[in-house]
């Protein structure tokens, strides 16, 4: 991945990027081949809470279910670009057509844009979620956070999909 910002600061660079579950859908020649649970990945957002959502991975070749949350802290609008926050979370595996997915959420802190840290950043996981496929198009979020800046704090998110439903998603 290669990249040049036009905010004045100057920052370009690249970054090597290695796949972290299994291909699902490429092909070297023909159509690539569709599936029902693939069909779910994509981004997801809650139309109340704009600039906010999920990129979610259902990946059956892998058995995980694999997202990114980007979200605020509490109160955060005032920080600015401080007060954005960035989580992941994963199954520890999932049943091939299954619809509703537990999920462990993490919390990365410690690490710099684009530079290798001494000591590297941490990962620790700060509560737990449920990912439940409503439809092609609607995807719900229950979470409960357990430790880190956002303990105690639960709720669920109803989010649709950002784009076009993708060939083969299945309910």
Do not use: H, M
Request: hydrophobic share 35%.
């Amino acid at each position: 991945f290669s990249y040049t910002f036009s905010d004045g600061t100057g920052r370009a660079g690249s970054v090597p990027l290695t796949r972290l579950t299994q291909n699902v859908t490429c092909a070297t020649s023909g159509a690539p081949p569709t599936n029902a649970d693939f069909g779910f990945s994509g981004n997801w957002y809650d139309q109340a809470t704009a600039g906010q959502g999920l990129v979610i991975e259902l990946n059956p070749a892998s058995r995980v279910l694999f997202l990114t949350w980007y979200t605020y802290a509490p109160g955060g609008q005032a920080s600015g670009a401080a007060g954005q926050r960035w989580f992941t979370a994963q199954s520890d595996g999932y049943a091939t057509g299954a619809r509703t997915v537990p999920v462990t959420i993490y919390q990365t802190t410690g690490g710099l844009f684009n530079q290798p840290t001494t000591p590297k950043p941490q990962s620790v996981a700060v509560g737990t979620g449920t990912v439940t496929f409503t439809s092609c198009t609607a995807v719900s979020f229950a979470y409960n956070f357990t430790g880190g800046g956002f303990a105690g704090r639960a709720g669920t998110q109803a989010l649709v999909r950002v784009g076009p439903t993708p060939p083969g998603c299945g309910p």
